[in-house]
Structures are given as C-alpha cells and as structure tokens.
C-alpha cells in the first residue's frame, strides 16, 4: 500500500487531497504545525503529526518532515499551500523512495513572486495586465494615470491587497510592493495538474460568494477557452510538475490576461472526481487525463452561511447569497466521513481564535505560521 504524506491540514483542499488518495488506496498521514485542524478527525487519516513551523525554524520543520518520511516509509510527499515552497527544499534530501509532488524551489519561487510571474509571462508572449514593483518608475506613472491594484510581491488569500483610483498615492516604494493596472473584466481561476509540462487536466471556476477577497462559494466554468489556451501556451515550453493555479480576468473582448500565479493546491481541487484525482497523483506520467466531479457547485458552508447573515441588511444582497448556499455543496460533508464537518469549528480554533483576539484576518491567521516570504 502507497504511503502519503500531506504537510498540512489545516483547509478544506487538504480534506479533499485525503479523501482522494484513501479512494485510490493509499495509507494517508498528514502533518501540520497545528495541534488541530479539520484533516485530523477524518477517518481517512491514518495518522497526524504535529510539526515545527516553518517560520519558527526551517531546519527543525525539514527535519521533522524527514523524521516522518523515514519512519513510516513515504512513498509519497504532497504539499497543499503556501508551504509548498518551504517543502520543497526537501527534494535532494528525501529518500530514493519516495517522491516529492512539487516543482524545485526556484521554480516555485519565480511563479509564487508575482512580478517575476508576470515577467516570465510577458517573456512568453502571454497577455496579463501592466505591472511593477513600488520601487520602479514605471510603478509613480501608473498610480498617476490609471486605476490600479497594490499588494505584497508576496501574498495569499488577499493579504495587503488594495484598490486605489488614478493619482492616489502609492503606499509601498520598495521592491516588496507591487503595483498592477486594475482591469474590469471576469475574474476566473483556474487549477492544473501538470506533470513534467504535462497538462494533465486543468479546471476553471468563479466566485459567488466571498469572504474579503477569497471566494467560499464558488462554480465551475466551462466556456473558458481563451483561459484554456492561456494555460496551455504556458506549458507548452515547461517542465513544470504539481498543481499550478491562475487567476484570470476576461475582458468585454474575451482576452484573458492573468493578474498572478499560486504555485499549490486551490479550492479548484473540489472540482476534481476525487477517486480519478487520487489516481492521477500517484502515477501522473500515466494519467491521461482527471475526471471532473458531478457538481458544479461548491462552498465552505459555514463560511458562506457566516458571509450570508453578514448581508441581512441587505436584502437583495442577503437572498442572493441564500440561494447560493442552497444550490452548493459543503466541501467538508462526506457521508462516510462526518467529524471533519460536525467538528469543523473546534478543529479550526487555531485560525478562529487569532482572528477573533487581534488583528490578523481569516487568511493571516491561516497562513501566518507558513507563508513564503521569499527567504
């Protein structure tokens, strides 16, 4: 029996990677910096171990990651968010056995970086929209004579995101800051799965609902082509291997321009026939293909629920958002796997607790532990 290892837990993308590779037969563990979180009630989960977190200490996190690998024989190593990046410095230190589904650090680096991303597009020939880091020139002239967007070079699920109008002032100057042209347009997200440049299957999807910036309630697409053959020129000239995630915005005219790269897991992963997925990581040089799930439409219930109470006051607003939660479903529900949803609040303390006592949001609280800083 293939042995997995998953190095986090902590959200919904992680449950559904389990829940896949246990329909393909594997023996899943999953290690997290957090005691708790929503992968360890699961009955699909043989084991969970607690871990250093990689911004506490790098080496300690690897070493325990290692510790695991070697003492419950990992066949399999799969990262799930932003501590991809950190995982990956494992790939020359993991025994023969076993496989890391992750990209090298440069790679991942380069992708995760959003100015580089955008850099690397541009040099491909792709369409994505003006962009800059807050200390080049280019970065003043854009600020004064177009609407624009601000944010951290390195960022997740919204993180120092900001919507400035045409000649407010910037708010970063560093090389840390970017700064992109605000496009209108469809926003869209795609997931991929990608073995050695491979496109192995790719799936877009749309927000319906939102919690700041993070969709928690979303539906599939299908009639995206002009994204389609934007993933697709992408990979023509990659040997890129693990999930590969883009945001899109389509304009009136139906190009697709990409604002930025997540080099991981998203929530896409919902939209995967779960048993097929399973399959395809453990032999992605064999899968043709993924098969996609029955449903079209999926959301974090209690999330979603949360956001449509927000909005009571709002009536239109608030029906809106009702008639969407009815017709989506929980991506942590599983009849044969019910504790993850029924104890989905105390397995979550450990995000909940920080954003309810200070001032970090959901998406820090989430990540604060793990992000990527470009170390």
Not at 204 to 209: E, I, Q, S
Not at 343 to 366: C, H, K, Q, V, Y
Request: net charge negative.
């Amino acid at each position: 029996m293939t042995t997995v290892l998953l190095t986090l837990g902590r959200l919904p993308k992680a449950l559904a990677i389990v829940r896949a590779c246990r329909a393909a037969g594997c023996r899943v563990l999953v290690a997290d910096p957090f005691r708790w979180h929503v992968c360890k009630p699961s009955r699909d989960v043989e084991k969970s171990f607690r871990v250093t977190a990689p911004n506490d200490s790098l080496s300690q996190y690897l070493q325990d990651l290692l510790n695991i690998v070697e003492q419950e024989s990992v066949d399999l190593v799969i990262p799930i968010s932003e501590e991809a990046l950190h995982v990956a410095q494992l790939a020359d230190k993991l025994p023969a056995r076993t496989r890391l589904w992750a990209a090298p650090l440069a790679q991942l680096a380069e992708l995760h970086h959003k100015r580089d991303f955008i850099a690397l597009a541009a040099r491909k020939g792709l369409p994505v929209p003006e962009t800059f880091t807050a200390n080049e020139s280019g970065a003043r002239e854009l600020a004064q004579n177009r609407d624009y967007v601000e944010k951290p070079v390195h960022s997740c699920s919204g993180i120092g995101l900001r919507f400035a109008k045409a000649g407010e002032s910037l708010q970063s100057s560093s090389e840390e800051g970017l700064v992109q042209t605000h496009l209108e347009g469809d926003l869209i997200s795609s997931l991929s799965v990608v073995s050695e440049g491979r496109e192995v299957a790719t799936v877009f999807y749309r927000g319906r609902v939102f919690a700041g910036t993070v969709a928690i309630c979303f539906e599939r697409v299908d009639d995206a082509a002009a994204a389609q053959q934007w993933v697709s020129d992408f990979l023509s000239d990659s040997d890129y291997s693990g999930f590969l995630a883009f945001d899109f915005i389509i304009d009136e005219s139906g190009i697709a321009r990409a604002i930025e790269c997540n080099p991981r897991a998203t929530s896409g992963v919902h939209f995967f026939d779960l048993a097929s997925l399973g399959q395809a990581l453990l032999s992605p040089e064999s899968a043709s293909s993924i098969e996609l799930s029955s449903k079209t439409r999926f959301q974090w219930a209690y999330s979603t629920l949360t956001e449509t109470y927000a909005a009571i006051f709002k009536p239109r607003e608030f029906v809106r958002r009702f008639k969407e939660m009815l017709a989506a479903r929980d991506v942590i529900w599983a009849g044969h796997d019910p504790l993850p949803f029924l104890l989905m609040t105390p397995m979550s303390w450990e995000i909940l607790w920080p954003a309810m006592t200070s001032d970090l949001s959901l998406g820090e609280a989430t990540q604060r532990d793990i992000a990527w800083f470009g170390d």
